[in-house]
């Protein structure tokens, strides 16, 4: 069994989720900014997405990309596995909200 994801780990999983054909990095960080509100360092992004595929639950291929600094691009896709992790990270945080709506409200 692996052990559970971290905050960070589980936003950039969901952020790569939403991209079906893959992500880049830099889709990734843009969309964690918007949904969240708050600017994320580059190499935090880049950190976590390497960590990800190091734990099997991200897979990257490089793709051409002729207009692209470099000439290539690095696409990410979440493998069954990180499909499975983002399932039991959400799953988790729902059983632990559940008792605490008169401390925490409605959550948005």
Avoid: W
């Avoid at 994801?5 to 989720?17: D, I, P, Q, R, T």
């Avoid at 918007?34 to 960590?51: A, C, F, H, K």
């Avoid at 639950?57 to 290539?72: F, H, K, M, Q, Y």
């Avoid at 992790?85 to 909200?97: C, G």
């Amino acid at each position: 069994m692996q052990a559970p994801l971290g905050e960070f780990e589980v936003v950039v999983l969901m952020a790569v989720l939403q991209e079906p054909a893959g992500a880049n990095g830099s889709a990734v960080r843009q969309k964690i900014e918007q949904r969240i509100g708050r600017s994320v360092s580059r190499g935090s992004v880049y950190v976590t997405l390497d960590r990800l595929e190091e734990k099997g639950l991200l897979l990257s291929i490089v793709e051409d990309a002729p207009n692209v600094r470099g000439g290539t691009k690095r696409l990410f896709r979440a493998t069954p596995a990180g499909l499975k992790a983002v399932k039991n990270s959400v799953a988790t945080m729902a059983r632990m909200r559940i008792g605490l709506e008169s401390v925490l409200g409605n959550l948005k």
